[in-house]
């Protein structure tokens, strides 16, 4: 059997001040990390060309990025019951500046890649950290406003990333998207030493290094093959090699989490409905964090023949939708409660993803800007209330546990909306026996992840409907 999980440390009185500085903390963070994962994208042609590859060839410069942080995040929660949350995330954010710096200053694309899975691993401690920091010192009262706040830089990363990027590499060069960390980094610095406060922790668990290696290999395995399956880089053999190899270190990790004293990712938490529901219906809405910017940017460049640049600027409007959100999602949480805003609203934010299927190369900009602001309002309502209720019925030493499980799955669930979304994309230029995209591909693709997001409908129906209470209470 194992044995009792240590406790979390008991924190220091909070001001009204920090409960407000926290969030906005790790928002940067997560800024940050949401930005640089995107933002590399619009810059690999300018990349290929200075490094004397390929387009292709460069895209190992993103694939490095997210198998790090797969292989990282489960270790996160430990990290911070090892060695206090608030020194891992001082060191996390230097680790992702310097990363970033070392990133501008390569001079191979063999430099490049190791720069990244520096930047991967820093960017998995820090985000799942930050959280873990809110969480433990945040009042369960305040958890729903502090989480409205946090959704936004999650949101507005994947779509200003390619505007952004596509801005910089057109009018300085690609060094400059990895510069820009370098201030929001240093000010991340001060701002967590002057505003959190230092913990010590309680016990220093050891590392359960059978289940990091076993989750690790786990992680990187599906997320190479999801990688692979949506663009059909490997081949079939080599693909259901690597799902086959993920699946298996997944049912070991499985049996092993049972028996482990301290598990890196402990399932145990999916005893609680509330943090399973949110897992899984969660998940299933953020397959349209990763695969509609992908589907917009297709659709838009190659399908309409826009810039990126100009491209970029109409994506961008579900991030203003997604702000607008941050004044009423509280209100909108606390009147109706989370069960029936989250069954609804995914039926509503699965409705304005199918409508971004319906956009041609005469439909008016200001239509698809209204459709993409209300859809990011309504997107971001969703993940505002997922995000608060996967904590609601957790106790602090539960918090480090559950937010590198909660992150693990975040990971794939994105990456998944991704391949989902390319691997639609393929099918259908395969039926129609065309090797470039169209516009009734695309369409495809909003169809299937709409559908998917409708679906999360479903896990959201099976909370009480007294589920999240406590958060929807004052003080």
Known sequence: MPESQPRAPAPPAVSPREIRMIPFIVGCALFMQMLDSTVVATALPAMALDFGTTVVHMNITITSYLLATAVFVPVSGWAADRFGARTVFLAAIALFTLSSIACAASGTLGQLVAARLAQGAAGAMMVPVGRIILLRRIPKAELLKAMAFLTIPALLGPVIGPPVGGFLVTYASW???????????????????????????????????????????????????????????????????????????????????????????????????????????????????????FLLAILLQVGFGLSAFSAGMITFTSAAGAMLMKLVATPIVRRFG???????????????????????????????????????????LQFTAVNALTYADLDAAQMSRASSFAATAQQLGISLGVACAAMTLNFSMALRGDIAPDRIDVMWGFAIIALTVAASALSFARLPARAGHALRTRD
């Not at 991340?188 to 290094?209: C, E, K, N, T």
């Not at 938490?269 to 695969?291: D, E, H, M, P, Y």
């Not at 039926?347 to 602001?373: G, K, S, Y």
């Open 175 to 293: 060094h400059w998207i990895f510069l820009i960390n370098i201030p929001v980094g240093l000010l991340g610095l001060y701002m967590v030493r002057r505003w959190i406060a230092r913990d010590v922790p309680d016990s220093r668990p050891r590392l359960d290094m059978a289940g990091f290696l076993l989750s690790s290999v786990a992680m990187a395995a599906l997320m190479t093959c999801l990688e692979a399956a949506g663009h059909g880089g490997l081949g079939a053999g080599p693909t259901l090699g690597l799902l086959g190899l993920g699946l298996a270190c997944g049912v070991l990790y499985v049996r092993h989490a049972r028996h482990a004293a301290y598990p890196i990712i402990d399932l145990s938490l999916l005893r609680i409905r509330t943090f399973a529901v949110s897992v899984l219906g969660g998940n299933l809405c953020r397959f349209s964090i990763g695969a509609s910017p």
């Open 338 to 380: 989370f069960r029936r805003v989250l069954v609804v609203n995914a039926l509503i934010a699965a409705a304005f993803i199918a409508a971004c299927a319906l956009f041609r190369a005469d439909t008016p900009v200001w239509a698809m800007v209204a459709v993409l602001l209300v859809g990011g309002f309504f997107r971001s």
